[in-house]
């Protein structure tokens, strides 16, 4: 069966930090790879997503950036961390074919102090 | 943006009870998800309903679409305790350079009372 790691669960890191978050799927092969930002209270906001090795697309202009170094690894990352950018990031999996749903890992908390 | 809206933001009620959340969406859709989230972990898929479908059942979950209203629901019958989550809606646009996109609404959290 398919899963997914992501970790760290939470982490804390200050203003002007970097940041690595990394996001690994077992179980298929060459999934479609999503990392989602949720706000407090709000619904989930796509950030990147990525169907293939080295093929990373961004939804949003932002701080953050991502990458896909091997077929199901996938991750985010930051030269310096804002403030802004704190929030519970949830990376996801999907199939390739319309009606794959998505499949997300348990998501990391992230606060920038 | 956010495309799917549900209501009510907040639904309170006796286990046992059936508990209905509503969303609804701007533009045209392929499918019609919907997710559940426990508080502080990752969401869960629980439904597909396609666009040229009008009700679909998965257990104690009765999914309806309405496309012309660009509405959907979600029943949830004889509720328990640990059905205490929020319930998102997602619809579906393909991306231009492949994947699907998911947009999510804003959810409606559910609290099931003993």
């Known amino acids: 069966s398919q899963t997914i790691h992501q970790w760290p669960a939470t982490l804390v890191q200050p203003v002007g930090s970097p940041l690595s978050l990394e996001c690994t799927v077992e179980?298929?092969?060459?999934?479609?790879l999503y990392w989602y930002r949720q706000a407090a209270g709000r619904g989930l906001q796509l950030l990147f997503y990525s169907v293939g090795i080295g093929q990373i697309s961004s939804e949003v202009p932002q701080n953050l950036s991502a990458s896909r170094p091997q077929d199901r690894q996938f991750i985010l990352s930051s030269k310096k961390l804002l403030l802004s950018d704190s929030g519970f990031y949830l990376c996801?999996?999907?199939?390739?074919?319309?009606?794959?749903?998505?499949?997300f890992g348990n998501g990391t908390r992230l606060t920038v102090t | 943006s956010q495309q799917g809206e549900e209501d009510p933001q907040a639904l309170s009620i006796q286990e046992g009870e059936n508990a209905t959340m509503n969303c609804s969406y701007k533009?045209?859709?392929?499918?019609l998800q919907w997710y559940r989230q426990n508080s502080g972990r990752g969401l869960v898929h629980l439904i597909l309903?396609?666009?040229?479908?009008r009700e679909k059942h998965s257990g104690r979950l009765r999914v309806t679409l309405d496309t012309s209203k660009k509405s959907s629901s979600l029943l949830i019958t004889a509720s328990r305790a640990a059905d205490t989550a929020s319930y998102f809606c997602a619809t579906l646009n393909i991306l231009t350079g492949g994947g699907n996109k998911l947009t999510f609404g804003t959810g409606t959290q559910l609290k099931v009372e003993l």
């Open positions: 309903i396609r666009s040229n479908e």
């Open positions: 996801a999996w999907s199939g390739g074919y319309r009606d794959s749903p998505l499949h």
């Open positions: 179980g298929t092969s060459n999934p479609n």
């Open positions: 533009t045209s859709i392929n499918n």
